[in-house]
């Protein structure tokens, strides 16, 4: 394994219209970890991806039993990385940039399929799902493997006239027929819903290896005030990279594929026909027990019953091996996708409420997805006093499952768990500032203490209860800023060069961990 030489590269639209572009990107940046050396999809993809969990993406360019293929994984593991490619300065500003493309999306368009490099290839005799598309064990507790790096592609009618994009595992256990799970309540469990009783079945397709824009979006789920049904999820991809999205007509149902994709499963969806995950839970005709797929709590998944996705044609490009994402799940590549779309919707959100004092949002790797998030306010005056405990109980309402909210000041560093638990150890009133608006709403399923819950009945949606989710304020009272003045030391009058060498400063910041790298960041 080795890492490519860098070299300097701004990146372009051609770097971002498709992941092919992307990685030749990485390349020439420096910033890609390749190999030659052959890969099995069973455990060692996610055993070498944990290795290198936060560090730079990964190219496996032989992968065992499928020679067709590249795979790739750890994309979005390093969000610097994902900023220089979209061109933000910081976190601060990804947020913020981020909320004005899916406000203001650039809408999709349509290409023939003679210019669309998804369908170079279009297979329609041996659709064998295992043979074509790679699938994979994330963890030796799971007795079958997963794909789930596929993005669901809905546009028209099905979605009230807009585009969604998202993640939806699958097992393809019967050749061409896959199960298909989506999360109780999100876009894909919606569409499912409305249409559960149809004659029909509903067609849609399964994009691989999709542009970096599309890859990111598709990562928002419960964020449906921001991003509702019938909002067009593509178009805020093509404002992401700052031009259209390309879309192509599927070549066996009625459905569209992202263009500049990799390889595509078209078919049709059928809510009623339901069958087990895996043949395990299926001999024990048990549903929420048996492992499968870990969950982004952090947490082994449970195989369930699920709709079945009948694939009709396969489509892949042919002028090069097409390239699969291996989205490993509860790694930060999985964290980072799920996370920044929902930061920018939650930055959305408390905006529309009340302009101006909402400065920041963040949730760490270690709040789960779609576990919590700490906001960071700005009171400007008294009477913006308790807008903060507005915005906490609108997240918690808005955002399905979301277990913690945590509010803080301009003066704390978001980005640093040591400063927001000293934040929460010193600021905190136990008595006025932990928040419960919502007991009894509607939570996750996978989350195992919702689950625990159902008592002895399945572990399944229908019998779990949600506990209800906290909020804290660990703002200042406004008004008492200097009764809670932290110390600034005077950081930026140093030059550490006048008493230590250049190496003898990298060394000795070298040993700095935890809360002082901070606080010497800052000064306080």
């Not at 069973?42 to 065992?64: M, W």
């Not at 067709?68 to 490619?85: F, Q, R, S, W």
């Not at 996708?337 to 963040?362: F, S």
């Not at 932990?434 to 203490?449: A, D, H, R």
């Amino acid at each position: 394994m080795a890492v490519s030489i860098k070299h300097e590269l701004e990146a372009t639209s051609e770097h971002m219209r498709s992941l092919r572009g992307m990685i030749e990107w990485l390349r020439a940046s420096g910033r890609l970890l390749e190999t030659d050396a052959v890969v099995d999809p069973d455990l060692e993809i996610t055993g070498v991806q944990k290795h290198f969990d936060g560090s730079y993406p990964i190219l496996f360019k032989n992968v065992k039993g499928y020679p067709h293929l590249e795979c790739v994984t750890n994309l979005y593991a390093k969000m610097d990385i994902i900023e220089d490619l979209f061109g933000w300065k910081d976190p601060q500003e990804r947020t913020r940039r981020l909320a004005h493309a899916i406000t203001h999306p650039i809408p999709p368009v349509e290409v023939p399929a003679s210019e669309a490099p998804c369908q170079e290839t279009v297979i329609t005799d041996d659709l064998n799902v295992n043979k074509w598309v790679m699938a994979i064990r994330h963890t030796a507790l799971e007795s079958e493997k997963t794909i789930g790096s596929g993005n669901s592609v809905v546009v028209g009618e099905y979605f009230h006239g807009g585009s969604h994009i998202g993640y939806n595992r699958m097992n393809a256990r019967w050749g061409n027929v896959c199960t298909f799970q989506s999360a109780p309540g999100a876009h894909m469990w919606q569409i499912i819903t409305e249409h559960y009783k149809d004659d029909k079945p509903i067609p849609l397709t399964m994009c691989f290896g999709l542009p970096p824009a599309a890859t990111l979006i598709a990562g928002g789920g419960f964020d449906y005030v921001v991003l509702p049904r019938g909002g067009d999820e593509l178009g805020a991809a093509g404002a992401v990279q700052g031009f259209p999205i390309r879309l192509v007509k599927a070549r066996t149902v009625d459905a569209w594929a992202v263009a500049d994709c990799d390889l595509v499963l078209e078919g049709q969806l059928y809510p009623r026909d339901k069958r087990y995950e895996t043949r395990e839970a299926e001999e024990a005709d048990t549903q929420g027990k048996y492992p499968f797929h870990p969950e982004w709590a952090g947490y082994m998944g449970k195989a369930y019953k699920a709709p079945t996705f009948h694939v009709t044609g396969i489509t892949m490009r042919k002028s090069a091996k097409p390239l699969i994402y291996a989205l490993g799940v509860h790694m930060l590549d999985c964290n980072n996708i799920d996370t920044t779309v929902r930061e920018a919707a939650i930055y959305e959100l408390c905006e529309r409420l009340q302009p101006g004092i909402i400065q920041d949002v963040n949730i760490p790797f270690c709040m789960t997805d779609w576990g919590g998030c700490i906001i960071q306010v700005k009171k400007r005056n008294k009477i913006e006093e308790g807008w903060q405990r507005n915005f906490l109980a609108a997240i918690l309402a808005c955002n399905q499952g979301m277990r913690l909210a945590i509010a803080v000041d301009t003066d704390v560093d978001i980005y640093s768990m040591d400063d927001i638990m000293w934040c929460l150890t010193t600021r905190v009133n136990p008595h006025t500032d932990i928040l419960n608006p919502i007991p009894g709403g509607i939570g996750q399923t996978f989350q195992p203490q919702e689950r625990l819950t159902a008592g002895d009945k399945e572990w399944t949606a229908s019998n779990t209860r949600f506990e209800g989710g906290m909020g804290i304020d660990a703002t200042l009272p406004y008004g008492y800023e200097k009764d809670f003045q932290r110390p600034v030391y005077p950081i930026e009058r140093i030059d550490l060069s006048k008493w230590f060498s250049a190496k003898d400063i990298e060394r000795a910041k070298s040993q700095m961990r935890g809360w002082v790298e901070s606080l010497a960041r800052t000064g306080r």
